[in-house]
Nanobody, 123 residues
Framework: QVQLVESGGGLVQAGGSLRLSCAAS????????MAWFRQAPGKERQFVAT????????HYTDSVKGRFTISRDNAKNTVALKMTSLKPEDTAAYHC????????????????WGQGTQVTVSS
């Protein structure tokens, strides 16, 4: 098993930046593909970005391409999401997730989840 704890959320003006971090503990972090999802009130949880176990492969949802960057440090057991040029529609609770297989955009294929960190972007 792996336990995940997110941090770094907050309130930011449109156009601003935030860096989210997810710390993992438990089994070997490099065994897991990692992803970020987000969920706005009343909406389904949405894929944001994913990174492979070795960090070489990344994928983003179209709405964040060019603005968000996912990265991981297997020595420190962390995965980060750098968010720039933030928009009000980016407002959501952001969750990191882990799966013991290749990367996926499917929320149902992730077994391990963090509790989430709130990102609010004001216009």
């Amino acid at each position: 098993q792996v336990q995940l704890v997110e941090s770094g959320g907050g309130l930011v003006q449109a156009g601003g930046s935030l860096r989210l971090s997810c710390a993992a503990s438990g089994r070997a972090f490099s065994d897991y593909s990692m992803a970020w999802f987000r969920q706005a009130p009343g909406k389904e949880r949405q894929f944001v970005a994913t990174i492979s176990r070795n960090g070489l492969f990344v994928h983003y949802t179209d709405s964040v391409k060019g603005r968000f960057t996912i990265s991981r440090d297997n020595a420190k057991n962390t995965v980060a999401l750098k968010m720039t040029s933030l928009k009000p529609e980016d407002t959501a609770a952001y969750h990191c997730a882990a799966r013991e297989s290749v990367t996926s955009r499917n929320v149902y294929e992730y077994k391990y989840w963090g509790q989430g960190t709130q990102v609010t972007v004001s216009s």
